[in-house]
């Protein structure tokens, strides 16, 4: 049975899909045409790609010195490098962690996991900037970790992790582990527990039913929580700026820096291009599996 | 069955909780520290609570964080909420696959990319229509662009579980199908829908980056005020307003988890009797 006839089946989908296509896709359109412009010392700061001549012509006006000085400049190819190294390195953390915490989760009794399920997810709906900044109360040189840590006589000089390579790290374990545990908890709770039964009474020990069933039937929820870590921590802004020191030089950082500081709009929509070219991938294996899992 | 745990998947467990809880505690209990000095403790004090009623440079951004928050998240629950229907109800239309992915694509899309690509676009509008001027307008736009995807993930969840031979009785029974779908489909929406207007209003309050491009001069929401802030430091004002935004967040979360069970509960008791 049909909810509505055709015709009126686009009031309901129009509007939405108008409006990410206006304000999420074509915004990429736009910066794609002035990643090719010239900075100008005018309002915008950038010059046209389109003009018009006296005989109604349209020219086009390409200028490819964007995409020419990311290549020149050592400082982008050095920011995309370690921003993927960074993020991939946290992710692995993050998986090592996460596992085990989803793992855990989803054998727990039904009262248990709703509650375990709750202590996850609140952190979710607190301030992400806030708190990135109540972990710097807990590193900083006289936070809490090195008071403790001097105090017990562990010590004798406080730890030096603001500002370092460690703080960052850190700090995207902190922020993104409820990414990675609930995709993760969402495949290993649907398990069919009657498999891992079967191959128990069938003689297999633990860690064999583990590496058997359960690790290849949750890849799913590994691909999905790995990428929803790993593709927002390459492009991480206010983690590297407020922990990292000025050798952590992420391409989001170097991107705010490009546009807020050096107000070099086409150079920065540049970056952000040649960034969305090189996130290309990941996003369509996480939105592969999630349409997938979707239809389900 | 019993389920056994080994120590080390227990201590696994119980060390990710502590990380993510214990620098909130910290920076909660330090907001009530009566000591300008951030690692001293010296006695219990509310005074850092008081001094943040005196700053107006605050207040001014926390009401545009609030009346930004509120308006786009209220957008972002109609349009999300539609979203949802469509892909859960119509089973092929043309751009499918479209709204599938633009709808996806913020959870996963780096702000700072969407921030600059939208400012761009909103400046180029601007040149050829005069509208939008950059600020709460531009603000409310981006926002209800990621909310959406939050929405409509929830929402598309309830609906898929959503039993539709309520509502196909009420077609039966002679009501048209928008009728049908106010009056039976959108009562066991209502619970997602509530949550995910909570969840888009959070997390537009929370949003530095994609604010900082799109906003324009003078229009400054809480989050860019706190980061300017807490750029130069650990600052026990900042902890004082940190501690009030998310004790109130906490709260209003857990109030409304209360509700949405009630309402759950009390629904399911409705079907088991009508069952009878």
């Not at chain 1, 390195?89 to 009262?111: N, V």
């Not at chain 1, 008071?147 to 374990?173: F, S």
């Not at chain 1, 020990?205 to 583990?210: D, E, Q, S, T």
Request: aromatic share 12%; charged share 10%.
């Amino acid at each position: 049975m049909k909810l509505l006839d055709r015709p009126g089946r686009w009031l309901i989908i129009l509007p939405p899909l108008l409006f990410l296509l206006i304000f999420f896709l074509i915004p990429f359109a736009f910066a794609f045409k002035i990643s090719f412009a010239d900075a100008a010392p005018h309002v915008p700061p950038f010059t046209d790609v389109f003009t018009r001549s006296a005989d109604h012509h349209l020219h086009l006006q390409i200028s490819l010195a964007n995409y020419q000085y990311l290549f020149t400049d050592d400082v982008y190819g050095v920011a995309y490098l370690y921003s993927l190294k960074t993020a991939f390195f946290s992710t692995l953390i993050c998986l090592a962690l996460g596992y085990p915490m989803a793992y855990a989760i989803a054998r727990a009794s039904k009262a248990t996991q709703n509650i375990l399920l709750l202590i996850i997810i609140l952190p979710f709906w607190t301030s992400f900037l806030l708190r990135v900044y109540a972990l710097e109360g807990i590193i900083r040189d006289n936070g809490l970790l090195n008071t403790v840590l001097l105090h017990l006589g562990l010590i004798h000089e406080p730890l030096r992790i603001m500002r370092t390579t460690l703080a960052v790290y850190l700090g995207i374990i902190y922020s993104y582990l409820p990414f990675m545990v609930l995709p993760l908890f969402a495949t290993l709770e649907k398990l069919d527990r009657s498999l891992l039964e079967a191959a128990a009474d069938l003689g297999s020990p633990p860690w064999k039913v583990f590496l058997d069933i359960t690790l290849p039937l949750s890849i799913p929820g590994v691909i999905a929580g790995s990428m929803l870590v790993f593709i927002p921590a390459v492009g991480e802004f206010v983690i590297p700026s407020l922990l990292g020191g000025p050798d952590n030089l992420m391409i989001g950082r170097v991107l705010w820096d490009e546009f807020f500081g050096n107000h070099d709009w086409p150079v920065a929509a540049a970056v952000a291009i040649a960034f969305l070219l090189l996130l290309a991938g990941p996003i369509a294996i996480y939105q592969y599996y999630n349409v997938k899992q979707l239809e389900a | 069955m019993e389920q056994r745990y080994s120590p080390l998947l227990l201590t696994v467990l119980c060390a990710g909780i502590a990380i993510l809880y214990l620098p909130i505690l910290v920076l909660i209990a330090f907001s009530f520290n009566a000591s300008p000095l951030v690692n001293v403790w010296g006695g219990f004090s509310t005074a850092w609570y008081l001094q943040l009623l005196h700053d107006r440079q605050l207040l001014q951004a926390a009401l545009l964080s609030l009346e930004v928050a509120f308006t786009a998240s209220s957008v972002a629950v109609v349009l999300g909420t539609m979203t949802a229907v469509a892909l859960v109800r119509f089973s092929k239309f043309r751009g499918r696959l479209l709204l599938t992915g633009m709808v996806n694509a913020p959870l996963v899309m780096p702000e700072i990319i969407t921030g600059i690509t939208q400012l761009l676009l909103f400046v180029s509008m601007f040149q050829l229509f005069s509208w939008p001027h950059r600020g709460f307008t531009t603000i409310v736009i981006s926002h209800v662009a990621f909310c959406c995807a939050y929405v409509t993930i929830t929402v598309q969840s309830r609906l898929q579980s959503a039993d539709r031979s309520l509502e196909e009785a009420a077609m039966d029974l002679g009501s048209g199908p928008a009728r049908a779908f106010i009056e039976i489909t959108l009562p066991i929406l209502a619970p997602a829908i509530l949550s995910s207007w909570l969840l888009s209003f959070t997390l537009s309050l929370d949003d530095l980056v994609i604010s900082s491009f799109v906003s324009g001069p003078g229009a400054s929401t809480l989050p860019m005020v706190i980061f300017s802030k807490v750029k130069l430091g650990v600052s026990p004002d900042v902890n004082a307003l940190a501690s009030l935004i998310i004790g109130a967040v906490g709260v209003g979360v857990i109030i409304a988890g209360y509700l949405m069970r009630r309402a759950d509960q009390r629904r399911a008791l409705e079907m088991q009797l009508a069952e009878r």
